[in-house]
């Protein structure tokens, strides 16, 4: 199969490092200055205990590869932008295996209008990119946990061979016929990010972070949402991922942190703690908390603002807690 990295950031330039430097066919799809760099100079992967330079085909839309039908294609965009990057692959693959290895939990719903073949994947993959042509793997030597599983449910001969290809690339991958019960789990780690965006890095796994979980269990409850448990998510990752630091850096903040210090002029916020609201909102549950650092989040991305401008008291109190 030849493997197809729609959106080549942080997450999808590591995924597509480690499989093309194990020998496998990879094409990058990124944008802008980064693409211009990958283009120019290849893309950079750096870790705690190596760093490689990769020369692979980066184009800039799915207009440009030449499709062979044999491609199976990890879309790795914010969420945000998946409706606009699915409408620009079913223009030119409508046949194509699609998975998404995003957070949150719509876009393979978005996906599966599209797709027939349409995966999820639960990816645990501890990565940055803040510079045009690098991209950062700070877990070694097993960079990433990326389990996956057929939308809705189930599983095939092709996630067979996804899978294969990743535990030979230097990953870890388990093919789960309940993949979405994990990817709701990860969706409650993913109410902190914007905590750590707004407030620092730091704050992150503070009281705010208890409330903003508090609701959603509550949602889940009502919806009656089935995920995995912090046991079982525990037991998944015991021993994998092992941090290290790379150049003598520590990683600085997650994916919604990076979102604002790279001035993209969005974050994901809406499909992650939105996620709760709209459900809150279906199931007559109340969620204020994720209401709020949902509303903050637009005003910062409007204003055009960095990571680490409002204090937690702020949202706490806009919260009512």
């Not at 590591?14 to 893309?43: N, P, S």
């Not at 639960?122 to 030597?141: D, I, K, M, Q, R």
């Not at 409650?188 to 269990?217: F, H, K, Q, S, T």
């Amino acid at each position: 199969m030849r493997l197809v990295v729609y959106g080549a950031g942080a997450v999808g330039g590591v995924v597509g490092g480690r499989l093309a430097e194990a020998g496998h066919d990879v094409v990058l799809i990124a944008r802008g200055r980064h693409l211009e760099a990958i283009q120019t100079g290849g893309l950079r992967v750096l870790s705690p205990d190596r760093s490689v330079t990769l020369d692979l085909p980066a184009v800039a839309s799915p207009s440009e590869i030449d499709w062979r039908g044999d491609e199976v294609v990890l879309m790795a965009v914010k969420s945000q932008d998946t409706a606009a990057a699915a409408d620009a692959l079913a223009a030119v693959a409508p046949s194509a295996a699609v998975v998404s290895m995003q957070n949150g939990v719509v876009n393979e719903r978005m996906l599966l209008r599209r797709f027939e073949r349409t995966y999820g994947m639960f990816v645990a993959c501890p990565a940055t990119h803040l510079e045009p042509g690098v991209v950062e793997a700070h877990s070694s030597p097993l960079a990433a946990l990326l389990d996956v599983g057929r939308y809705p449910s189930g599983s095939d001969e092709t996630l067979e061979g996804l899978a294969t290809a990743i535990n030979g690339a230097g990953m870890e991958s388990i093919v789960r016929r309940d993949v979405m019960r994990w990817k709701y789990t990860k969706l409650l780690m993913n109410l902190g990010n914007v905590v750590a965006a707004l407030c620092g890095p730091d704050v992150r796994g503070g009281r705010l972070n208890d409330i903003l979980r508090e609701e959603a269990l509550a949602v889940y409850a009502a919806a009656g949402i089935d995920f995995a448990s912090d046991e079982d998510d525990r037991a998944r990752r015991r021993g994998k991922l092992v941090m290290g630091t790379i150049e003598g850096r520590p990683r600085q903040g997650d994916s919604s942190w990076q979102s604002l210090e790279r001035g993209t002029g969005a974050i994901e916020t809406e499909y992650l703690n939105g996620e709760i609201v709209l459900l809150g909102r279906l199931y007559g549950v109340s969620t204020p908390a994720n209401e709020a650092v949902c509303r903050r989040a637009r005003e910062v991305v409007a204003a055009g603002q960095g990571p680490g401008v409002v204090a937690e008291e702020e949202l706490l109190a806009l919260a009512g807690a």
